[in-house]
């Protein structure tokens, strides 16, 4: 199993009184090009997943939109609430498990993306800071558990800049 797991792009500004309710507050524009020129890039390197799964939240919605219209063979997309801020992820885990697909994307939000990757990982305490757009692949043996998870790569955006 590899799982990518996915910080959502740069959005507009947290408070902005354009947007009162902070669920509906969007990408900017910059952030999907931007977004858009790392994916085509991981696309290129291999980023295959069979199942996009996303936060509810607008701005994630967007960046996974992303990865679906990325991508060579265009994945399921899905929303789940496990995937929304300081939800518990165990659920999501358990879930994405009894889907079986053999790469599955999460995208999220900081901090709990830093600390689902730290713990998949096997380091609670690892400094894993995603920035806006950053991707992080991990492989298991066979489903995704806590502590058995494989850090194969890390990317932010800025790299291919």
Not at 134 to 148: D, L
């Amino acid at each position: 199993m590899l799982l990518y797991i996915v910080r959502h792009a740069p959005a507009g500004q947290h408070g902005d009184p354009r947007y009162p309710n902070d669920s509906l507050r969007p990408l900017t524009r910059k952030g999907e090009r931007r977004f858009e020129r790392l994916v085509k890039r991981l696309v290129e390197h291999g980023l295959a997943p069979t199942l996009v799964v996303t936060s509810p939240l607008l701005r994630c919605r967007q960046t996974a939109e992303i990865v679906v219209a990325g991508a060579d063979e265009a994945p399921k997309l899905l929303e789940r609430d496990g995937l929304a801020p300081g939800e518990d992820w165990q659920d999501l885990v358990d879930w994405t498990n009894a889907e079986g697909d053999d790469e599955v994307a999460w995208v999220g939000h900081a901090p709990d993306v830093d600390r689902m990757a730290a713990a998949l990982i096997g380091s609670a305490d690892a400094n894993l800071l995603f920035a806006k757009g950053a991707v992080a692949a991990i492989r298991f043996p066979e489903k995704i558990a806590a502590g058995e998870g494989e850090l194969c790569w890390f990317v932010k955006p800025k790299l291919i800049e």
